[in-house]
């Protein structure tokens, strides 16, 4: 059985047990991820072993467990898996089959990779069986298909000269290949996060069925309505296949407007083919929210190995807002094809419009407090985040009815303001006067510099508990405290005088937030005639205690992610 988690579909797992109950094989073997994990709370991941082995308790055959970096990412969830497991990689043998359950979270820090003394214990393993009729090898990571095959190799040596074929997962995808002549499989999923675009794409839940014959295994893959055979993904028709998964193949250059209304932009579309096959680009540029576009159809060939380039202008009789076309997620939609072995594939990719405006930091009519009451402010000042331009793990989002904010950026004579409201259908706050990784909280990122001094690249982290250099851009995050002792509060730079207030107001689901930070610190960058700043804000909408991955809601790509552009989230000086 493949993974489990990554993006889990909830009861797949739960239907390959009772696929497997109804084959009835002599046991079943796992190649990891079987709970969510990343976790240090030990209340979050005994409830997530608790749920699964009770899911496995239903099987009515042996089950063994393979660890997968889910499952094992630090020392204590380490510590766990040995107190109800055992050890975290083994061995055994059945009917003159020997079975090694490899543990490919055993590189230095907990990153994936085979350590020495793993590959000692298999290097003995093998030597001591060197008469058994095959050899079946189960691991999460398939480090056979890594370039340094992170300590795999020596295992892989000792390999040498018998028979034997290999199961991984972790990548989501199916893939049959052939290494050393001996086969190699990575496995799809079973319960783990897929776009389940179909078997001849790797893509689809499964449980795999071995049969062991005189001369070596016959592997079935069992979908939840089909059997299928080893031929689906081969490396023939892999290269095409991920071209099309991946749907890299097409970009959008950004446009960044002097205002939020327009008439006419224009952008460019940038094709590449990665493959050593030719690709055919075509499709409707479908009219969206009032834009049309010039041309409105494409047909393209492109040669492989090369790039194509199309100019395209967008068209709004009587005007569009930027605003609105991100608040509906307006995108470009094309599809691409290969014919690879007399067979079309064809998958559509779909890039937003990589749209933003310079935006004015205007004056508020009254003075701000920093109490987090919104009353005092201007409501034409705030813009409403219901569908979000860039989301972290947007799987975990149900849309504006699960949690939206809205947010407005003013100034005074000292103080630079952002006053923030959130509205969400689960409020969920720590147990304690301290911030917790995960908790709904906003994030407010500001970078003071002059505009040719900022940067695109920033390696950026999600969480304010990973720090950020403070000479990229401030961080800021903050959230409501169980106490009358006032906000949660966190900066990347404690140098700078940041103030905030943050309440919750339970009964009405909502979140209100106020951050202010002084002017003399964006002065300290650009002088007192400072021009411009970059500013973001950002939502963590927390539903469930035990998910460890929840969404993060951003009025504009986080910095440094490829959807970024140095000319989004300006904020300019009136």
């Given amino acids: 059985m493949s993974d489990r988690t990554?993006?889990?579909?909830?009861?797949?797992?739960?239907?390959?047990?009772?696929?497997?109950?109804?084959?009835?094989?002599?046991?079943?073997?796992?190649?990891?991820?079987?709970?969510?994990?990343?976790?240090?709370?030990?209340?979050?991941?005994?409830?997530?072993?608790?749920?699964?082995?009770?899911?496995?308790?239903?099987?009515?055959?042996?089950?063994?467990?393979?660890?997968?970096?889910?499952?094992?990412?630090?020392?204590?969830?380490?510590?766990?898996?040995?107190?109800?497991?055992?050890?975290?990689?083994?061995?055994?043998?059945?009917q003159d089959v020997l079975f090694l359950a490899?543990?490919?979270?055993?590189?230095?820090?907990?990153?994936?990779?085979?350590?020495?003394?793993?590959?000692?214990?298999?290097?003995?393993?093998?030597?001591?069986?060197?008469?058994?009729?095959?050899?079946?090898?189960?691991?999460?990571?398939?480090?056979?298909?890594?370039?340094?095959?992170?300590?795999?190799?020596?295992?892989?040596?000792?390999?040498?000269?018998?028979?034997?074929?290999?199961?991984?997962?972790?990548h989501h995808h199916y893939l049959h290949a052939e290494r050393n002549g001996m086969e190699h499989y990575v496995l799809a999923t079973t319960g783990g996060g897929?776009?389940?675009?179909?078997?001849?794409?790797?893509?689809?839940?499964?449980?795999?069925?071995?049969?062991?014959?005189?001369?070596?295994?016959?592997?079935?893959?069992?979908?939840?309505?089909?059997?299928?055979?080893?031929?689906?993904?081969?490396e023939q028709n892999y290269e095409a296949i991920q071209a099309l998964r991946l749907g890299r193949w097409m970009r959008i250059d950004p446009v960044i407007h002097t205002s939020d209304t327009f008439t006419s932009l224009s952008t460019s579309l940038h094709f590449s083919n990665p493959t050593?096959?030719?690709?055919?680009?075509?499709?409707?540029?479908?009219?969206?929210?009032?834009?049309?576009?010039?041309?409105?159809?494409?047909?393209?060939?492109?040669?492989?190995?090369?790039?194509?380039?199309?100019?395209?202008?967008?068209?709004?009789?009587?005007?569009?807002?930027i605003h609105h076309l991100n608040e509906a997620g307006a995108r470009v939609t094309l599809s691409a094809s290969y014919r690879v072995n007399g067979t079309d594939l064809s998958l559509p990719a779909s890039v937003p419009l990589r749209l933003d405006s310079k935006h004015p930091i205007k004056p508020n009519s009254r003075a701000i407090t920093v109490n987090a009451d919104l009353a005092e402010w201007d409501e034409n000042l705030f813009t409403n985040i219901t569908n979000p331009v860039y989301m972290h793990e947007d799987w975990d989002w149900n849309g504006p009815e699960d949690g939206q904010f809205r947010f407005a950026v003013t100034k005074d004579a000292e103080w630079l303001y952002v006053g923030i409201e959130a509205r969400d259908n689960v409020i969920i706050l720590p147990s304690k006067e301290e911030f917790v990784r995960h908790q709904d909280q906003f994030y407010v990122k500001i970078d003071p510099k002059a505009p040719q001094d900022r940067r695109s690249d920033y390696h950026d982290r999600l969480y304010g508990t990973y720090p950020v250099d403070p000479?990229?851009?401030?961080?800021?995050?903050?959230?409501?405290?169980?106490?009358?002792?006032?906000?949660?509060?966190?900066?990347?730079?404690?140098?700078?005088?940041?103030?905030?207030?943050?309440?919750?107001?339970?009964?009405?689901?909502?979140?209100?937030?106020?951050?202010?930070?002084?002017?003399?610190?964006?002065?300290?960058?650009?002088?007192?005639?400072?021009?411009?700043?970059?500013?973001?804000?950002?939502?963590?909408?927390?539903d469930r205690p035990e998910n460890t991955k929840p969404s993060i809601l951003w009025w504009r790509p986080v910095w440094g992610k490829d959807a970024d552009n140095e000319g989004f989230s300006n904020w300019y000086r009136k």
């Avoid at 047990?17 to 990343?38: A, H, M, R, T, W």
């Avoid at 109800?84 to 059945?94: D, E, I, L, S, T």
């Avoid at 002084?518 to 002065?523: F, G, K, M, T």
């Fill in 276 to 321: 050593s096959e030719t690709m055919t680009v075509f499709g409707e540029l479908v009219p969206q929210n009032g834009v049309t576009y010039e041309p409105s159809f494409l047909q393209l060939s492109i040669p492989p190995k090369q790039n194509i380039n199309r100019q395209v202008m967008l068209k709004a009789e009587g005007g569009a807002s």
């Fill in 6 to 94: 990554g993006g889990m579909l909830p009861g797949i797992f739960e239907k390959g047990v009772e696929k497997v109950n109804l084959l009835q094989p002599e046991f079943v073997l796992s190649v990891g991820d079987l709970i969510d994990g990343y976790t240090e709370d030990p209340d979050v991941w005994n409830a997530q072993w608790d749920k699964f082995e009770a899911i496995v308790d239903d099987l009515e055959m042996p089950f063994f467990f393979v660890s997968g970096n889910h499952d094992i990412s630090n020392e204590l969830l380490l510590n766990e898996w040995k107190r109800r497991h055992g050890a975290p990689y083994y061995h055994f043998v059945y």
């Fill in 102 to 170: 490899l543990h490919t979270e055993d590189g230095p820090g907990f990153t994936g990779g085979i350590s020495e003394d793993q590959a000692e214990y298999f290097t003995e393993v093998l030597q001591q069986h060197t008469d058994v009729r095959w050899t079946l090898i189960f691991k999460h990571r398939p480090l056979w298909h890594y370039g340094n095959k992170a300590g795999y190799g020596k295992i892989e040596e000792a390999l040498a000269g018998r028979n034997y074929t290999l199961f991984s997962g972790h």
């Fill in 194 to 234: 897929s776009y389940l675009r179909g078997s001849e794409f790797g893509e689809f839940e499964h449980i795999t069925w071995v049969t062991m014959k005189d001369d070596g295994p016959v592997v079935a893959h069992i979908e939840l309505d089909g059997i299928h055979d080893k031929n689906l993904v081969t």
């Fill in 471 to 542: 000479s990229w851009h401030l961080q800021v995050r903050v959230a409501p405290g169980i106490s009358p002792g006032g906000p949660l509060l966190e900066t990347n730079d404690p140098s700078v005088d940041v103030r905030a207030a943050s309440i919750v107001h339970e009964a009405e689901k909502r979140f209100v937030t106020e951050v202010a930070v002084p002017l003399s610190w964006i002065e300290e960058h650009q002088g007192s005639e400072w021009t411009s700043i970059r500013l973001n804000v950002g939502w963590m909408d927390h």
